[in-house]
């Protein structure tokens, strides 16, 4: 029974049971119509106690439900049918009240939640808006002003904040308890929001909120149209509220946004230790972390805020103390944005040992390196690692290209290598990119995954090659850019071409940001096996001879003239213009929308590679990878995601159109070939799908 209801006395309890999160799916919305019979017809009640079991109220609507037609019976009526009912329901919020959850309680007449509860309205971050009544009862309920601060971000507020702006009438540690027990007075004095009347007009607050959507989410829909119907409650009836906002819920359930987010959504949830690795993975109590540079320190910081104790290891004293003041750069940040406070902070810094003793990292079950990318240092210092380190521990390196087969077979036992690829910020980035070398053992996979899980991050299991997932498709994207660059555009007109995509910045200015040099250093270390009939566009290591690595030297593809902003520098159009008449190309005007097809043609492509050289194991990490680790607009659903959005026989018939231009570069990857002849999507492509 995905809904129970009992009785003691005069108190109605009705609990949704569905778990793990109460989603409130079709046999859930049944349950609720045959307990409103139920109450309905039942005589001596003074009350309803809606509350969820296990631990959570309701985490809304079942998503999984999207992609389906519609059943009945609706949210919408289940909730008008509770608003409307004789006897008064209470409901006793526990965990999470989410989405229909938070609409669900919306319909009742009072509302009380425990203290570690957290309410919102979160559907716009899966595309949609609110489809049960949260525009058009909140408002009437908190005020346009707080109603269209909680929708048009989807974030949920805590009990207390809850409280505070009206949105429940009571905290309690044991809401279901208090409920039952309230004294009845108490009750009759919330009203059913279909009471209550019209919210007043808010102007000032409708396009506050509508400026604050288009600076954090620009590009999407969902945001926009939640405001509209916010807006639109101060002038309507309830009902035509109503029915205006199931129009809209109905609209956006099915819109590409909608889907994409979605897609992400489950893909980020799916993405955890797969199930022969469960009880595989070491414990993570006590680890060592080498290098105590920008990387390092944020490994470090991750796993001491996650309470494991960290022992860093460094080559001297002096870079023992630097490794102590990046650690506490990042703890002092993190206590001046709230996230720790001071105990933890203190704790934190008891964990830690900085130090160049080896000996000191006698006990840890996994070590992670995050030294300087050099073969040698990382294999000086796995050896040193071997021998005081347990035979059991896991060896880890955070590079982000060398070979990670290399540095195993410089170890006895190489099973227990695997690379974990970290994203700087470290401590803040979600992605953690798991790399499995030809002998890396399930122990030590299984301790990538239950890293992951600890520190909090989406863990993507890439295979060993140049750029593992997704430095491999960067890669691409910059030749593209530069390509695109040398014959005939501007770094300026590619990167507003692929902020009009949906990317923050493009990737010149991206490669401003993290320095012109690092891309070289990965070319000239490609310099022996690049095929030599590969075209090749040298501008980007002209402007690295000429000194222009980008902010760190005031200048790179764009010059920084002071006060934040980038300006055109004519030396790169110059260089184009230079490398163009070497080459004897003839440059042409490309439009933005040729630009963004070249750009997102290469990395699909690309990625479609990566699919068939077994590197991913799936479209979906793709997805999480480009989603959480490059930028890729999150409402496009990820890159492969994308690529079906398009259809890949319209991938694939550019490819062949761009294969004419050059057919090394452009040829397209086998596995958009299959699929396009076979008519099956990139996200149905598994391993092993292709012979
Ligand atoms: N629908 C279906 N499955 C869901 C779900 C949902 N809404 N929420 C979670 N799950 C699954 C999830 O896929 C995972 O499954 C398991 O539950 C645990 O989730 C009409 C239209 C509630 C804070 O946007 O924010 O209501 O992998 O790993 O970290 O207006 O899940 O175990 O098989 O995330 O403890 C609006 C989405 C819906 C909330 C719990 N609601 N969920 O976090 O566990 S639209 C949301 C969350 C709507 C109405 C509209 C989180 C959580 P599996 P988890 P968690």
């Not at 003793?357 to 294999?379: H, N, P, Q, R, W």
């Not at 491999?472 to 005939?488: H, K």
């Not at 026989?649 to 004419?660: T, Y």
Request: aromatic share 6%; hydrophobic share 45%.
């Amino acid at each position: 029974m995905s809904v129970q209801v009992s009785r003691e006395g005069s108190v109605a309890f009705v609990t949704l049971d569905n778990p793990p999160v109460n989603a409130i799916g079709r046999a859930v919305r049944a349950g609720l119509m045959d307990a409103l019979d139920e109450i309905e017809s039942a005589v001596g009640l003074s009350r309803v106690v809606l509350s969820g079991a296990g631990r959570c109220f309701a985490a809304g609507a079942d998503a999984k439900e999207f992609d389906a037609p519609l059943q009945g019976p609706h949210l919408p009526d289940i909730i008008a049918r509770i608003e409307a009912c004789d006897v008064p329901w209470v409901a006793a919020i526990t965990g999470v009240a989410l989405g229909g959850g938070c609409e669900l309680a919306l319909g009742c007449r009072y509302r009380i939640a425990a203290p570690s509860a957290q309410i919102g309205l979160p559907e716009v971050t899966l595309g949609v808006i609110p489809g049960a009544g949260g525009t058009q009862r909140l408002p009437r309920l908190v005020g346009i002003k707080t109603a269209v601060q909680l929708i048009a971000t989807g974030k949920p507020v805590s009990a207390v904040r809850a409280e505070e702006v009206g949105l429940i009438d009571g905290v309690a540690d044991d809401p279901v308890e208090v409920a039952a027990r309230l004294d009845i007075g108490t009750i009759e004095l919330g009203q059913s929001i279909a009471s209550l009347p019209q919210p007043e007009a808010n102007a000032e607050a409708v396009e506050a909120a509508r400026a604050l959507i288009r600076k954090k989410t620009p590009h999407q829909i969902a945001p926009e149209r939640a405001i509209d119907l916010i807006e639109k409650s101060a002038l309507v009836s309830l009902s035509e509220g109503l029915a205006a906002e199931r129009a809209t819920f109905l609209e956006l359930r099915e819109a590409p946004q909608s889907s994409a987010l979605r897609h992400v959504f489950f893909a980020e949830r799916g993405a955890r230790m797969p199930e022969p690795l469960r009880g595989q993975d070491a414990a993570l109590d006590v680890v060592t972390v080498v290098g105590g540079g920008t990387m390092g320190a944020g490994i470090a910081y991750a796993l001491l805020n996650k309470g494991s104790k960290v022992t860093l290891l460094e080559t001297d004293d002096d870079d023992v103390a630097r490794a102590n003041v990046n650690v506490e750069k990042i703890i002092a940040a993190s206590l001046k944005r709230g996230l720790i406070n001071e105990d933890a902070a203190e704790a934190c810094r008891q964990r830690l040992t900085a130090t160049t003793d080896y000996g000191a990292a006698s006990e840890s079950t996994l070590a992670i390196e995050a030294a300087f990318e050099s073969m040698e240092v990382k294999k000086s210092i796995f050896s040193k690692l071997e021998v005081h380190l347990p035979d059991s521990a896991v060896l880890a390196t955070n590079t982000s290209y060398l070979d990670v087969d290399a540095l195993a077979m410089s170890v006895l036992d190489p099973s227990r290598v695997v690379g974990l690829h970290f994203f700087a910020p470290a401590h803040i980035m979600k992605l953690l990119e798991i790399v499995q070398g030809g002998k890396t053992s399930d122990a030590a996979l299984a301790t990538g995954f239950g890293l992951a899980k600890r520190l909090g991050k989406i863990p993507v299991v890439a295979g060993v090659c140049d750029g593992f997932i997704g430095n491999r498709i960067l890669a691409r994207y910059r030749e593209a850019a530069d390509t695109v660059l040398m014959d005939g555009s501007t770094p300026w007109e590619i990167d507003e071409a692929m902020v009009e995509f949906g990317y923050a910045m493009g990737p010149y200015e991206a490669q401003d940001l993290s320095g012109l040099d690092i891309a070289h250093a990965n070319r000239r270390r490609q310099d022996a096996t690049r095929d030599p009939e590969r075209r090749y566009i040298p501008i980007a290591d002209r402007m690295v001879e000429l000194g222009k690595l980008g902010k760190k030297t005031g200048a790179g593809w764009y010059r920084y003239p002071g006060g934040g902003g980038k300006v055109e520098d004519p030396i790169v159009a110059d260089l184009a213009l230079e490398e163009a008449r070497f080459a004897k190309v003839e440059r042409k005007d490309y439009s933005a929308d040729e630009i963004r097809e070249r750009l997102v043609m290469a990395m699909i492509n690309e990625a479609a590679d990566i699919l068939g050289d077994g590197i991913a194991k799936r479209p979906s990490d793709i997805d999480l990878v480009t989603v959480h680790g490059y930028g890729f607009p999150r409402w496009r659903g990820g890159l492969m995601h994308h690529a079906d959005s398009i259809g890949v026989d319209v991938v694939f018939n550019a490819l062949k159109r761009f294969e004419e231009e050059d057919s090394i570069v452009w040829k397209p990857s086998h596995v958009i070939a299959d699929c396009a002849e076979r008519g099956m999507s990139l996200s149905e492509w598994m391993s092993g799908s292709f012979s």
